[in-house]
């Protein structure tokens, strides 16, 4: 079992909706992210945490809204998707921040998200 | 920028066979280096990684990867494939000091018995 817990594991909704992604981890980790993965392809990275500050945006469109309320949690909040955002959405930690990039990430299972 | 090229997509093998998944890498800094293995219906998990020092290194599971910097490689072997290593391995990259990690498109490994 995976050390990282996100929740929903599967999330259908509509593109006029707004609902949020949650992630957890209690290893103490100061550095967060989020990935998007299509089918058959490899995780893409959005956005980086760093000790509670955001420290990376890949150019990801503002209906993506990331947000870490504290050390151990991170959401991602969603509003006005379209269809091609249907993906699984990774969540991954790793022990500190930014001079921290040879410490492996560890990966949640996902959420499996669809557009209608 | 950097990219990460996994030239096998599938590889098939019988069990008892010799594996070889090939990874490069385009940058010409200082990079931490990974292996990550997905298995069907589970989270990425880590195999290895190569930091500094012996280019030679060893992960779990019997897999080992070695960092030929002149080739800007880190192929992924294992002597002796099982059933259960059928998954999609993905190797992954990210330049000394920056925490953006670059994934390659990953190889499906199915291991018939």
């Known amino acids: 079992d995976t050390e990282v817990t996100q929740t929903p594991k599967h999330l259908v909704m509509g593109m006029t909706n707004k609902k949020s992604l949650k992630c957890e981890q209690h290893m103490g980790h100061r550095a967060m992210y989020w990935y998007k993965q299509k089918a058959k392809k490899p995780p893409e990275l959005m956005f980086v945490?760093?000790?509670?500050?955001?420290?990376i945006n890949e150019s990801v469109p503002s209906r993506f809204s990331p947000e870490c309320p504290n050390s151990s949690l991170l959401n991602l909040h969603l509003h006005a998707l379209q269809p091609e955002d249907s993906a699984l959405y990774l969540c991954?930690?790793?022990?500190?921040?930014?001079?921290?990039?040879?410490?492996?990430?560890?990966f949640g299972d996902g959420t499996r998200l669809s557009i209608l | 920028a950097q990219s990460v090229s996994q030239h096998n997509h599938h590889v098939i093998l019988s069990e008892a066979a010799s594996l070889e998944l090939g990874c490069n890498y385009s940058y010409g800094g200082t990079v931490n280096l990974f292996w990550y293995v997905q298995y069907p219906g589970q989270h990425l998990q880590l195999l290895l990684k190569?930091?500094?020092?012996?280019?030679l290194v060893k992960g779990i599971k019997g897999f080992e990867a070695e960092f030929i910097k002149s080739k800007f490689s880190f192929n992924l072997r294992k002597p002796s494939v099982q059933w259960s290593d059928t998954a999609e391995y993905f190797c992954?990259?990210?330049?000394?000091?920056?925490?953006?990690?670059?994934f390659g498109t990953g190889t499906r490994l199915l291991v018939s018995p």
């Open positions: 992954a990259v990210n330049a000394n000091g920056f925490q953006k990690l670059v």
């Open positions: 991954a930690s790793s022990p500190s921040g930014q001079g921290g990039s040879n410490q492996p990430q560890h």
């Open positions: 945490y760093s000790y509670e500050k955001l420290s």
């Open positions: 190569y930091f500094s020092g012996d280019p």
